[in-house]
């Protein structure tokens, strides 16, 4: 989950059809030799089409949240690890609607 200020940055499915409804936070599965935030990140800069390694900032000294199914479109009984990010750069001024 990456936090934007006092926003949190969710994303969208550009794919024609979408690949979901709506909009979520970004997700993806650990790959063998991954740390859990490292995959946070990569999901972050995969999803938001953002350089991880500039641009999101890791918050170690917050614990990962979990989140059980069918929460958040998980399968009964998956269970995955909610990890917080920092943008480096905060939203621009003005409404919603107006931020990039």
């Known amino acids: ?3 934007r200020g006092s926003r949190c ?3 969208r499915s550009l794919a024609s059809p979408p690949l979901w409804k709506g909009v ?3 997700v993806t599965a650990v790959r063998a030799g991954e740390t859990d935030a490292a995959a946070a990140v990569r999901a972050a800069a995969d999803a938001c089409d953002i350089d991880g ?3 999101v900032v ?6 990962p949240v979990a989140l059980y199914g069918p929460a958040g479109g ?7 690890q909610v990890h917080l990010l920092y943008a480096s750069r905060g ?3 003005g409404p919603l609607e ?3």
Not at 58 to 63: A, E, F, N, R
């Open 1 to 3: 989950l990456v936090l």
């Open 9 to 11: 940055v969710l994303v």
């Open 24 to 26: 979520r936070i970004p």
């Open 53 to 55: 390694a500039t641009e």
């Open 58 to 63: 890791s918050m170690p000294g917050v614990l």
């Open 74 to 80: 998980l399968p009964p009984g998956a269970v995955a």
């Open 91 to 93: 939203p621009p001024p």
């Open 98 to 100: 107006d931020a990039a």
